[in-house]
């Protein structure tokens, strides 16, 4: 008998993650070629698995899974255990069988071996979707709190800039436009008010490691530096600095160095963006 379409239904899931035996493997994919009825079910379990092995960055497994695969594997194995048990006489004799009871009668606790093969298969399916679908769960996890970490920085950023541009837009406000002075394609912009207020937004620096720090110094006519603060980047790029009670003047310089620290009095690292505050 081949076949049927309820029964590729059935083994749908086992037949996409190949956890079948080689001869359903082959009557599913027979019936797939010679059926004119749609499949969508193989599609469904298709179209899963394949996209996120490929699209997703691995993510390590927590603890909690491996737990509980190894916690349901040994209750399988005492299960199975159990039904190849030879079952207990009875503690009186019965009578002793006729040769035809011999014959057609089924021997207590034996199992076919079609309904063995059959538990194994399903178990193998069984194990080989939930294990499938478990590591989906891990890996979408770990995909969402990526997504989540890079939407907190995007809105921080959208934050840093609104403050920035309200302060830009007030009329008595200094604004400079920072330019990189080592030819990357590093920028920034700056906003000073006449109470001495300033905020700094840098924009596409390589990050921060460690003890790292860029530090923003201020030149009044080209006085000593006077160091305003540091920031640190992150990974795209950006960084911030807010500060109050900074010393103004008509002509202000303003550079942002890479430093080793926060702790340096006077510049020591290049210089990597700089730009000159006017109204």
Request: aromatic share 6%; hydrophobic share 45%.
């Amino acid at each position: 008998m081949g076949m049927t379409c309820d029964r590729v239904r059935e083994l749908a899931s086992g037949f996409v993650l190949g956890a079948l035996d080689a001869s359903e493997m082959i009557a599913v994919s027979d019936h797939l070629d010679s059926c004119s009825k749609p499949h969508p079910e193989l599609e469904d379990f298709g179209g899963v698995l394949p996209y996120l092995a490929e699209s997703l960055d691995p993510v390590e497994p927590p603890a909690w899974l491996r737990e509980s695969v190894i916690a349901a594997a040994k209750a399988d194995l005492t299960s199975r255990h159990r039904v190849g048990m030879p079952l207990a006489l009875p503690a009186v004799a019965a009578a002793a069988p006729t040769a035809l009871d011999q014959v057609t009668a089924p021997a207590a606790g034996v199992v076919s071996i079609h309904t063995a093969r059959s538990s194994r298969r399903r178990r193998a399916l069984t194990w080989a979707t939930r294990i499938a679908a478990a590591a989906a769960v891990v890996v979408l996890a770990g995909y969402a709190l990526v997504l989540q970490g890079d939407l907190d920085k995007a809105k921080k950023v959208q934050a840093d800039n609104a403050k920035l541009n309200y302060m830009w837009a007030q009329p008595d406000t200094l604004k400079a436009v920072l330019t990189a002075s080592d030819g990357s394609g590093a920028s920034g912009m700056a906003a000073l008010r006449p109470t001495g207020s300033i905020i700094v937004n840098l924009y596409g620096l390589a990050p921060t490691k460690g003890d790292e720090v860029y530090m923003v110094w201020l030149t009044p006519d080209n006085a000593t530096p006077i160091k305003v603060g540091s920031l640190t980047v992150d990974d795209l790029g950006n960084g911030t600095l807010v500060v109050d009670n900074v010393p103004t003047s008509s002509s202000l310089w303003l550079f942002v160095c890479r430093e080793p620290n926060g702790k340096v009095t006077r510049p020591t690292g290049p210089t990597v963006l700089s730009g000159t505050f006017s109204l």
